[in-house]
């Protein structure tokens, strides 16, 4: 080690790579639960594609965001097919290792945003390198996924389900309340959405470690 380098940033490399590897799963993951316990999320999109939102399906969107948070039949739901609950209960369980993952890759996201802001030399530096390789990888991922949308759409489903409850036609209400191109109508706002996380912890985080008293003095 060369004389008068603080030693600290030799000692760092561990929280610089989990918060490298944590931001992008973290917001991810955050992103969709938000939008996927939002009822008016899914209005939204299905007024977008050109669904007529009546009391009735409002009412029913209401009841599955509900069911997806708390996995349990709420009255109502009954107009659901045995195929479709099945299949909303595989989604349950997607969604609830969601929120174990989320809770986890935040945990490590913020443990390591705040050794860094503590205690690294430059912490500014880090915090502007996670946030562009962050926000070029959703770049990626968004423009990939939005030219490939059905590959993408019909692998999705292939690797999660172990069974092909999730194959519905339009005989099926599930499906025409969130056929395909509902989903790819979700990956704009989702994207949105993942973005403005991002700049808002990352710009809060750049804000903190400019303060003087944010960080331990290396001398």
């Known amino acids: 080690m060369r004389p008068g ?4 940033v030799k000692t760092l490399w561990l929280p610089e790579v989990l918060l490298f590897a944590s931001a992008p799963i973290f917001f991810f993951l955050a992103s969709v639960l938000l939008l996927a316990y939002d009822s008016s999320f899914y209005q939204a999109v299905q007024r977008h594609i050109g669904i007529e939102v009546s009391p009735q399906i409002r009412a029913l969107d209401a009841q599955l965001a509900q069911f997806l948070w708390k996995g349990t039949l709420i009255p109502g739901m009954e107009v659901f097919q045995e195929k479709e609950i099945l299949h909303l209960y595989d989604i349950y369980g997607l969604l609830r290792s969601f929120l174990f993952a989320a809770i986890a890759s935040g945990v490590v996201f913020l443990a ?21 390789f962050t926000l070029a990888f959703y770049l990626f991922a968004g423009v990939t996924i939005y030219f490939f949308f059905d590959w993408f759409f019909l692998h999705f489903h292939l690797w999660t389900f172990a069974n092909d409850y999730w194959i519905l036609g339009e005989n ?39 303060k003087p008293s944010s960080k331990i003095s290396a001398s």
């Open 5 to 8: 380098k603080p030693s600290s």
């Open 112 to 132: 390591s945003a705040a050794a860094i802001g503590l205690f690294h030399s430059r912490p500014a530096r880090t915090f502007k390198r996670t946030l562009v």
């Open 172 to 210: 099926y209400l599930l499906y025409r309340l969130f056929p395909p191109e509902f989903f790819q109508a979700c990956l704009l706002p989702f994207f949105s959405l993942i973005v403005f996380l991002t700049l808002l912890f990352f710009l809060a985080g750049l804000a903190f470690s400019k």
